[in-house]
């Protein structure tokens, strides 16, 4: 299959070295070398959002976006019954945009929780470190940063994790002769990275129905990772209370198929071809990170589509609100912005929205 030579990069070198002496490897340690490598991995070195990076995020899009996640954290600690301190967190907060737009809504809605908030980040890029500091600076909130959410000091929590878990590594089992074989990066005959099947056995907790229904060449995507992640915020919220809001385009139930991709300057790439230097992901499983969060004795809530949620929470009324004053120009690109954000052909039905609270915490808008 195409790929990387070996000579090529001096990433694909090195992941080509530790291949030649130890055997192929698995896609979850290939997407952790190629976007977290100390050195030459692609969060560590860049910055990837916006138009001059290789994607751009629902919070780079619209301000809407992320006054809407703000209506929504204020509710749900209102429902939680205003707990004072709270820690606020955010997985993977990108630029800061997300957060700037939270704060904002945080300070005119509910002024008793922004004084009482603590801001953690955590963010492993020391490029968007920096980036968020200056774009935080004007909020008057100084935020932690931190390399793990295990980092996070313990306490009652609002967290946000948008676009954060289509980034972390995953594993591909293949459907071959009537059992489940890993899908592995090793080198072809001229030296270049490429997939081919392991011996390694089937992992994850997915529905046996689904397992004994595929058909050969049937690929499953498990992310120990995600689930391990989201049981530890859920364990937190059980424990000690708060709420999450995870976003992220994925499949609301677990679901067969191959996702692993490689997105470069706004496009499709080879996610093989020079690793470091374009963003890898896959779809979110959902059903696993709710069986994940049920597990750690927390109540889950959807998931729903994107779409669903933000106009549910008044994406209409506020885009119409922020067009009044403009001219018709402005209005139409708040039209196109709510298209992009709700609409089912672009993010509104591919992304979903998940909520984890404390038994039986309800906040709208999902259902009971």
Do not use: C
């Not at 192929?24 to 969060?43: F, K, S, V, W």
């Not at 945009?97 to 955590?122: E, K, Y």
């Not at 008057?140 to 954060?164: K, Q, R, Y």
């Not at 549910?312 to 209005?331: F, K, N, T």
Request: charge should be negative; aromatic fraction near 6%; avoid cysteine.
């Amino acid at each position: 299959m195409s790929g990387e030579r070996a000579g090529e990069g001096r990433l694909a070198r090195r992941i080509a070295d530790l291949i030649l002496a130890n055997g192929p490897i698995t896609i979850a340690d290939y997407m952790a070398l190629a976007l977290g490598d100390p050195d030459d991995g692609y969060y560590i070195t860049r910055d990837p959002l916006g138009r001059a990076g290789d994607f751009v995020t629902a919070p780079e899009i619209s301000q809407m976006f992320g006054e809407i996640v703000g209506i929504w954290l204020v509710e749900a600690w209102r429902a939680l019954g205003a707990p004072l301190p709270v820690r606020l967190v955010e997985l993977g907060p990108g630029r800061g945009t997300l957060m700037a737009d939270i704060l904002r809504v945080i300070a005119r809605l509910a002024p008793s929780l922004a004084a009482g908030l603590d801001l953690h980040l955590v963010e492993t890029s020391p490029a968007l470190r920096a980036r968020q500091a200056a774009v935080l600076a004007s909020s008057g909130i100084t935020p932690s940063w931190h390399s793990a959410f295990a980092e996070v000091p313990a306490g009652p929590m609002l967290l946000v994790a948008n676009e954060f878990f289509d980034a972390l590594p995953i594993r591909q089992f293949v459907q071959a002769d009537g059992t489940w074989r890993e899908r592995v990066v090793g080198l072809d005959d001229d030296g270049r990275l490429a997939f081919g099947l392991g011996p390694g056995a089937l992992v994850g907790d997915a529905p046996a129905r689904l397992l004994r229904e595929a058909e050969p060449g049937a690929v499953l995507e498990v992310s120990p990772a995600s689930t391990a992640v989201m049981n530890a915020i859920a364990e937190r919220i059980a424990r000690e209370g708060g709420a999450a809001l995870a976003i992220d385009y994925g499949h609301a139930e677990t679901a067969l198929g191959d996702t692993f991709q490689a997105v470069k300057a706004h496009a499709f790439a080879d996610p093989l071809a020079e690793p470091g230097s374009a963003d890898l992901t896959a779809h979110v499983d959902f059903g696993a990170l709710a069986r994940a969060a049920r597990a750690a004795g927390a109540g889950v809530l959807g998931p729903i589509t994107q779409g669903d949620f933000l106009l549910a929470m008044g994406l209409l009324e506020r885009a119409g609100r922020l067009g009044a004053p403009l001219d018709e120009a402005g209005r139409e690109a708040i039209r196109a912005a709510v298209e992009r954000l709700a609409g089912p052909q672009q993010m509104g039905t591919l992304f979903k929205v998940m909520a984890v609270v404390p038994t039986p915490i309800g906040v709208a808008p999902f259902p009971g």
